[in-house]
């Protein structure tokens, strides 16, 4: 969406006609989790109006509301405003999001949002044509069109979202059909049967949009076409519902079928060129037939139709369209060049240029075609003459030449007419830049909601609709790219045994979904493979190793370590590969496959054999990611010293100055990380250490609980490698970074098995960091169950060999944890004395999270003690400190633990505050354990303050988890629950 006229640089825009986005100046904004979005929705919809927190419960839950949705919708609003008014004031008002009695509202200009503009726009459309200007009435009604990016807020949740989503969307539908009527009463009528014909597929009843087909067909001279609409549609309807055709319908085919004169009549003529003279010769009409089942890409079609019709001055329009092969380049080209023939009288030429081919078509018979269907009796000799015959030729007349699959720029130029007045287009798999002056248009696949059209339009819109989930599971796996799409549609088309399910079930399998994609002479990998062809070696060759890695995108110092060239050769290679359009680079410095052709890479791979090429590729990725996860890990968890690593790197790695940049690496980065793990797991030895060490570094800074079954299940594909088997340093390393991770989650039995074997595959002899770590994770998980007297022993162990190592961090550390295992065993007073010389050792070293670790340490400690007050200062500290260094799931449990101590202390009202806010961090992160912990503490904050309804809800959904994680914080749990409530007690929540 693109918002005219003139807007300050700090402008706040919103754009809901489509993806739900926003920007101040040209700057997108972050708008959060799509429960946040949902909000924003409501607010902005809202149109300046107050919506009552009520109804914004309501409207993102329904009837599943949460006990704590009001405080999770506060977070969402005091994160919005965050992003809406970065630079205010703490104790400022707001100004744009602002509370409005018992709810809020969004202030901002009537402009700053794409729906308002839009009903301007219609408005001002309805207003011109009543005053009888209908050309201005119907470019009115495209250019409100045009603010549209797709369908209404997709993924935002909740009744009200999906409400609105129905009523945009038939919003749409009625504005794009009064444009179509619009059109037809200019004399437009040949313009619109493309569009008409794709919304009557869509939307099959109604008879609206198939009464306005029938007109522009019969008004195009295809009345054949026109009655065989109303014929179709009468049969829908019979079958359907069991009616006739409505009064509208039934008059226009009756109209039709009578003759009347009146049809043909518009209320005002298109603009078009002044007419030529007749020409003696018969212009030629050389496009291909256009296909009827044209799908979407109105947004491109349309800037087509414009670019090629405002041709002024001196010089001949070229249009360049480049994409992949497969991506729908000739089929769009010859849609819109027969869209455009009214603009072009003189006449249309094509010539397919074979580009793709091992036999490119020669410029000079290409002419000599074109001479002899302009009239010309004979052709002369030379290139050069016949370049200038045909310009001559083309110097008096309109025509549109269609120049399809292209070459290179040198193949083309003899072809371009001289002046004005002639358009060119241009398909070709490369983007033709050299050519001066050309409009150059990027052909992307088509969106979801166009590749399930064009998919519907092939296979029968009963057979998707009934379904659609399996339906875009199939256009998904073709990637959207309308040839695979084809293909899939036209071979379920003809197996009408086959359900769509079927056929997603057999493209699921990536291993074989290329051959699954070829019907007669249709095949993806046979039309890929063309583009791979022209490829010189070198650039084969990356094209072939980018692959290795089954990640989203390759930053460049990725594509640098896998072609293993200097940067700027790597730069340039990769942007090669763009310019063949067999790489995609939406982001500076950022390089991805298609889907396809990843596999069509992949593919490659594994014909040419060359595994040597390919370990020593991936082998110099995972040395960088090696060498640069340490280094973040040395920024974000800074230690004394770090655990042995298997894998020596050769790379420096990138270096990162502080805490955020270190993280925005792991996020930006976190696929690229694990796409090459993931790679190397089942690889030799040499590949699968360095693997290993980067898996280890992850389960240690990475906290997103999405990737926490990816990443085990590659740590199991490394175990269950041979040559890790029989490796016990790799092995040992495995077993302690799976039973760290489920430590973090809270399974203690399987973390408690994994820690267990990856210290009996360590040298009991020997102190080593990864012995110490691993021994004091066992440690923290056998105190979690309660079961301190087995911990202290492993706490010991660990804390000797952080002395006989010299590691004064990690015994700051584990003074802190062994506190905890005092407290099980009731030793208060040594337990307050250790995690006080944590908390001492800590400050005097400089290390903040250290610091922050000890201090959360110190406060359970107390608050278990029986000194509430002094706890709930050192939590507060840790909290703070943890928020300063990104680390949200120890934010959760700092004011988790702080509500327990303000609870303890009597503070109520505090106590709920700190566990709802803990709890809204936890469910964003999906933190289980801590969800538990925040529910405990709210639920009992609430039976406090006189909510027992809410308050029982909360420890039953305490109760729930800490039952499954099998932490012995449910029993008191259920004994509070008892206590308090006789009656017998709801079944948890889903």
Known sequence: MELQGTRSAEALRFQVLGPVQAWRGDAPLALGSPQQQAVLVALLLGEGRPVTTDDLVDGIWGDRTPPQAVAALRTYISRLRSVLEPNREVR?????????????????????????????????????????????????????LDLWSGRPLPGVPGPYAESQ??????????????????????????????????????????????????????????????LGVYADTRKLLIDELGVEPGTGLSAMHARILAGDPELMAVLAAPARAAAEEPSAFVPPAQLPADVSDFSGRSKVVN????????????????????????????????????????????????????????????????????????????????LDQRAALYRSLLADKRMLILLDNARDAQQLRPLIP????????????????????????????????????????IVGIERVAAEPEAALQ???????????????????????????SDLARRLADQRNRLQELQLGNLAVETTLGLGYAQLQPEEARAFRLLALVDS??????????????????????????????????????????????????????????????????????LDLLHATMRNAEQVLEPDDISVEPLHVAQSSGLTFSDTVTAREWLRSEVAVVLGAVEAAASAPLDLVQPSVDILQSMTSVVEDPSLASRIRSVLHAAAANPAARNHAAALARVHYALGHMHQVAAELAEAEEALAASLALQPADRATMLRLATANALAIVLTMAGRSAEALPFYQQAHAMSRQLGAPISEARLLANMARAYVGLDRHEEAVESARAAVTAARSSGNVPCLADTLYQLGVVLRSTGEPGEAAVHLREAHQLYRTQQHPIWEGYSLARLAACLLADGQFAGAAEAAEESLSIAQEIEAAYCQGMANAALGEALLELGQPSRGLACLQEALTVFTRLGVPEAQPVQDLIDSRHTEPSPPPAP
């Open 552 to 621: 989203p995108d390759l930053p460049l110092a990725a594509v640098t370590a896998l072609l293993g060239i200097p940067e700027q050769e790597a730069e340039d290679l990769a942007e090669a590969l763009v310019e063949a359009n067999m790489l995609e680079c939406f982001t500076p410095g950022r390089y991805r496959y298609h889907d396809l052709l990843r596999l069509y890479a992949q593919l490659q791979n594994a014909k040419t054999a060359d595994s040597d090429d390919q370990e020593a590729a991936l082998l110099r990725l």
């Open 418 to 457: 001289g002046v004005s007045g002639n358009a060119v287009m241009v398909t070709s798999r490369s983007r033709l830049a050299e050519i001066p002056g050309a409009h150059l248009v990027d052909i992307e696949e088509l969106t979801p909601d166009e590749a399930l059209a064009l998919f519907s339009a």
């Open 474 to 500: 199939v256009v998904t796996s073709c990637g959207f790219l309308p040839l695979a799409v084809r293909i899939a549609a036209a071979r379920l088309a003809s197996r009408p045994r086959w359900s769509v």
């Open 165 to 226: 989503r129905n009523r945009l969307t038939e919003r749409r539908l009625t504005v794009a059909e009064e444009r179509c009527a619009m059109a037809l009463e200019i004399g437009l009528h040949a313009d619109v049967v493309s569009e008409l014909n794709s919304l009557s597929t869509a939307h099959p009843l109604r008879e609206r949009l198939r009464e306005l087909l029938m007109l522009a067909l019969y008004r195009s001279g295809r009345q054949a076409e026109s």
């Open 92 to 144: 400022k008002p707001a100004e744009v999001l602002v509370s409005v009695s018992d709810g809020y509202a969004l202030r901002i200009p009537t402009e700053a949002m794409d729906l308002t503009v839009f009903e301007q726009r219609v408005a001002e459309a309805a207003n011109a044509r009543a005053d009888g200007a209908f050309r201005s009435a119907h470019d009115g009604l495209v250019s409100a």
């Open 303 to 382: 800037e087509l139709r414009d670019v090629l019709r405002a041709g002024s001055g001196q010089a001949v329009v070229v249009t360049s369209l480049a994409g992949i092969g497969g991506v729908g380049k000739t089929t769009l080209a010859v849609h819109v060049a027969h869209s455009l023939r009214p603009d072009f009288p003189d006449g249309q030429l094509y010539v397919d240029l074979r580009g793709a081919g091992a036999s490119p078509a020669d410029p000079a018979v290409v002419l000599g075609d074109f001479l002899h269907a302009l009239g010309s009796p004979e052709a002369p000799d030379s």
